[in-house]
Structures are given as structure tokens and as C-alpha cells.
């Protein structure tokens, strides 16, 4: 069992913090091609979402730059969707004190075919694939008490070990 979403910093401050999720993909679009985006939502603002790549945010309403998604790196590096996601939402602590009351961290997955992550995008916002993990109010997940937050059960029916050898003199 693991959490899908964790909030990691000091307890009570907002200065240094870091946000895991474990984006869930439905059953259906299991293994197909797509991108993952991470969004940041004002309550003050609701109409303006922005979007980061991990290293930059940009307004999703902006005519003028297509959605950013949130690269994702795993084994296969084939842009398939796994049946679970694991996001980092900064590789450094993050200070989010400006927007407690006010902030949400909002993430979701498009499709795409052969086509460019703004196809993915309103993939994902026209199928409600983008959904609110925090609500900067509290230490906690969107979702509220640690007793309610969601947990993720894998069940394995099998398992094999690998032993990785190196044929290199050193």
C-alpha cells in the first residue's frame, strides 16, 4: 500500500515543501501514448490554470504557448502511460506559503496519437482527467484528514528478481 499523494516538509510550514503523486491512469487507456500535466489553480483566480514542465509554469489560457506536460521518466521512455504515474511536483522544496487559502495543485493525463502535448491537453480537459490533489490549506492532500487520504493497493500475481552483472574489468 502506498499513499497516492504525500506532502513532504516541515510540519506547519509551507516554506520548504515537496508534493508526490501517483497519478492513476484509468484501465481503459492503459499503455497508450500521452502525456501527464501538472497545473496550479488560484481560488482568487479560477479561471487561469498554469502549468509546469518541472522547470517552468505558463498559462494553459495563453493563445499563444501550447500546454507544457510534465515529463515523466520511466523505464520504457516510450511515452506510454503506465497503470500508475509517479510525479515529483519540484526536484527541490518549494515555498507555497504565498498561497495558503488561495492555491491548489491540480494533475491529469491527455491522449495522443501522433499529435502535440495542446492535443493532449484538451484530450484531458475535455474527458475530466485533470483533478485537484492539493488544496494548499493544510498538510494534507485535497482529499483531507490522513484517515481519508487515498491509498493505493498493487496486487501482484507474480514477481521475478533480477541480478545485474557487470562484464567490465575494472
Known amino acids: 500500500m502506498i499513499s497516492q499523494t504525500s506532502v513532504r516538509g516541515e510540519f506547519g510550514k509551507f516554506d520548504k515543501v515537496i508534493l508526490d503523486h501517483n497519478v492513476i491512469i484509468n484501465e481503459q487507456d492503459h499503455f497508450k501514448t500521452g502525456d501527464i500535466f501538472v497545473g496550479f489553480r488560484r481560488k482568487s483566480q479560477p479561471d487561469m490554470i498554469w502549468l509546469t514542465d518541472g522547470d517552468e509554469w505558463v498559462n494553459a489560457n495563453n493563445d499563444n504557448t501550447t500546454p507544457k506536460n510534465y515529463p515523466v521518466i520511466l523505464p520504457n521512455g516510450d511515452g506510454t502511460l503506465q497503470p500508475v504515474m509517479p510525479i515529483t511536483l519540484s ?46 490549506t493544510g498538510l494534507t492532500p485535497a482529499s483531507g484528514l490522513p484517515g481519508d487520504l487515498p491509498i493505493i493497493c498493487l496486487t501482484a500475481t507474480e514477481m521475478k528478481a533480477f541480478v545485474l552483472t557487470l562484464d567490465h574489468d575494472f
Open 91 to 136: 526536484r527541490e522544496p518549494i515555498d507555497v506559503s504565498a498561497f495558503v487559502g488561495d492555491g491548489e495543485v491540480w494533475v491529469g493525463y491527455g491522449l495522443k496519437e501522433a499529435g502535440a502535448s495542446e492535443k493532449s491537453y484538451v484530450d484531458m480537459i475535455s474527458n475530466r482527467r485533470f483533478s485537484k490533489i492539493w488544496d494548499i
